[in-house]
């Protein structure tokens, strides 16, 4: 694989093509395209509830705050699709820096610095993925109450698949770290994967409810 | 919207376009899709760790059966994609039979029979995408200790994605087997989502084992 294989433009791939480069030989995309690919395609379900609720005279009392979840869930899914690129340039710069010349002492200095340097980066995206995940999850629980009931399952399968794109950065997240020397930042990542986890638990917990609901 | 435009040939679909679509207020795709969708990007993965595997002297121990585990999973991700086309077919009847006229005391009968029935296939559908997911984390599940661990990360990230394909079926399964009357059916049915969602806490236990491992 050349560095030029894993840099394409994502959205205008399709949908196909995007799955055989995913199931192919290239490391990338891979796990962390996954994270993303999810993130964006709850944003998504979220936007779709919102266009199903904005506009009808039943929900008028909850226009305003449907409007703006919806409008902010698109704005994640874009978000989503340019981390989704990010995690490739973030995974080249890595493949890159374990590439550099290795015979002599400075040479071996300049590549150990590039390695540290690429596998922050490489952490420092799945962890940007989480983030946006956990947005969805917060808007995704603005909705039960004010959106359309016909589709509170979308609302459910949004949150769970938002919590899943967590718990997926989480496995690169931590592969990343593991590699990673400076404890310090290490520390500090690992404070704010936990801190996204957490959401991904009230996802869980917002698509049960929605579950008990539909149910009924 | 019409019927005509949920009918659509997703692999050839630009990834972008799918998305602008899953936001919509075309109600679908939706839900459905997005389990299948979760469902072809966790089998893509898995075929990926396998494709990394098969045909490398390390792992030459495990050939064999590496080799089948990424066949399946090739076979499971245009399954999903089937579905994923399946579940808006389902979804167009269920708004046919909504639509039959209601006005006689003959034609309601023949109404509430065929909303029944496409009720009971809009039910079957994201249970057969959660059978299909089910089937994917089986398959992860036999490849720590026998594939390329460079990317055993990305079995964790399948793990996960499929366990919520798992569970974002079960939100889809749930609503529609709230309007099915026939006990008997809802009951089998129930009993084979519980089944697969079992199978889905396992994915969830192999992902965690697979951050223990990859954060050592």
Request: proline share 4%.
């Amino acid at each position: 694989m050349t560095d030029d294989a894993i840099s394409y433009p994502t959205p205008g791939q399709p949908v196909g093509a995007w799955l055989d480069e995913l199931g192919s030989a290239a490391p990338a995309p891979g796990g962390g395209a996954v994270a993303a690919m999810s993130t964006a395609t709850a944003a998504a379900l979220v936007e779709m509830v919102g266009n199903l609720t904005v506009g009808r005279a039943a929900y008028a009392d909850h226009e305003e705050q449907v409007t703006a979840v919806r409008d902010a869930a698109h704005g994640l899914r874009q978000r989503a699709l340019e981390q989704l690129d990010e995690d490739a340039t973030a995974f080249r710069a890595l493949m890159t820096a374990y590439r550099l010349p290795r015979q002599a002492g400075q040479e071996q200095a300049a590549r150990q610095a590039a390695i540290q340097a690429a596998t922050q980066r490489a952490a420092a995206v799945p962890l940007e993925v989480a983030a946006t995940a956990a947005e969805v999850i917060e808007l995704a629980g603005q909705l039960p109450g004010r959106s359309n009931p016909n589709v509170l399952s979308d609302v459910g399968v949004a949150a769970v698949t938002a919590a899943a794109a967590i718990e997926a950065a989480a496995v690169n997240v931590d592969v990343n770290l593991a590699s990673l020397a400076d404890t310090e930042v290490k520390a500090a990542l690992t404070a704010e994967l936990d801190r996204h986890l957490a959401v991904a638990a009230q996802g869980r917990q917002l698509a049960a409810r929605v579950r008990d609901q539909v149910a009924r």
